[in-house]
């Protein structure tokens, strides 16, 4: 619901993700605060802030094809492995990270077609057993490759971004790095709905046999999902290369496809922002178990003990937020934001 005295004259105004001029100069002073950032903190907390962006990059990609498309994908880690695995191969070759970054996606868009092709045939839970599949297949895969192709068990060293003669593999320069491709991947996520293809996304994700009626190339569709979504997962794994300087398949596993995918239950399935809300409130929360048991550590508490309920507490809040909260965080934040805008009169 919008506020009385909101209106527009044109499509192009009323489509716009902030719709009026106060949430524009939130959002510009939002990118303010985010480029200064590094002259005001230390480099763990620039550490953090590119491993969110860098999540938040890979949940994106699920948004697109699960929340969106309605195709179930637990291998969301695996893609991310594969985009790690291009740039570390693309950058020894000597090629730029402007190059190697969207080869990466590209590479990893084109393996996701592989196990997008069952999507044409099979739905729900033997769908996710598809995909869960490749998931495992991954390091099988990487590590019977002979070592001269990927690293194989050892894995691969990656070479630092330089752009005209700057090194960017600093803690700054990969912060930059990450948040000027979370801002291009923020502003492809929200606008893909309001597209041809995010249309029939959303009629595939609905209804598919409607869909097909409807003529709408379903199975094109439904690959082209996972293709979208991987070219995302793809982005994430250039930068996560780019931030560890060295890959292995024991970084991309299956417990990381899950944490992705509680995020965006958590936040919220059929919307960008709640991608946004799902990996700000997990990684937070993360980082909270995580203080508190390196506090006890030192005092000599429990602290293994608090380490090991991360997972307690991943499933608690998926639980939850599937219980009381089906849409997610984002609809808490979209019901907040109109009893705000609509005060002090009723939502009614």
Not at 156 to 161: D, F, G, K, L, Q
Not at 269 to 281: D, R
Request: proline content about 5%; some cysteine; hydrophobic content about 55%.
């Amino acid at each position: 619901m919008r506020p009385t005295g909101l209106w527009f004259d044109r499509y192009n105004a009323e489509s716009r993700v902030l719709e009026t001029r106060r949430s524009r100069v939130a959002g510009l002073l939002l990118l303010a605060c985010l480029a200064a950032l590094p002259f005001t903190v230390g480099p763990w907390l620039l550490g953090e802030l590119t491993f969110l962006f860098i999540t938040l990059i890979a949940v994106y990609g699920l948004c697109v094809t699960v929340g969106m498309a309605g195709q179930i994908n637990i291998a969301q880690s695996a893609f991310v492995g594969v985009g790690a695995f291009a740039t570390a191969k693309l950058s020894g070759m000597g090629v730029p990270f402007w190059l190697c970054i969207p080869a990466a996606a590209l590479i990893t868009g084109a393996v996701s077609v592989l196990f997008a092709l069952p999507a044409i045939r099979v739905r729900g839970f033997y769908l996710a057993l598809t995909t869960l599949a490749a998931q495992v297949m991954f390091p099988i895969i990487i590590m019977a490759l002979p070592m001269a192709w990927l690293g194989g068990l050892v894995g691969m060293p990656v070479v630092a971004p330089r752009l005209a003669g700057v090194n960017l593999g600093t803690t700054t320069g990969l912060y930059y790095l990450a948040l000027v491709l979370v801002l291009f991947c923020t502003w492809a996520v929200f606008n893909i709905p309001r597209t041809r293809f995010g249309r029939a996304l959303r009629a595939v994700h609905d209804n598919d046999t409607a869909a097909d009626v409807m003529g709408i190339p379903v199975a094109r569709i439904k690959i082209e999902a996972f293709f979208a979504g991987a070219l995302f997962a793809g982005v994430a794994g250039a930068l996560t290369a780019y931030s560890l300087q060295f890959v292995t398949a024991t970084n991309f596993t299956l417990f990381a496809s899950v944490w992705y995918l509680g995020m965006l239950i958590v936040g919220g399935l059929h919307s960008p922002l709640g991608a946004i809300l799902g990996v700000l409130f997990i990684t937070l929360l993360q980082e909270g178990l995580h203080t508190i048991g390196n506090m006890a550590l030192q005092t000599g508490g429990a602290g293994g003990t608090i380490f090991a309920l991360n997972s307690v507490v991943l499933a608690l809040c998926i639980l939850l937020a599937l219980i009381f909260e089906p849409r997610g965080l984002a609809h808490l934040w979209t019901t907040t934001m109109t009893a705000f805008r609509l005060w002090p009169f009723p939502r009614t």
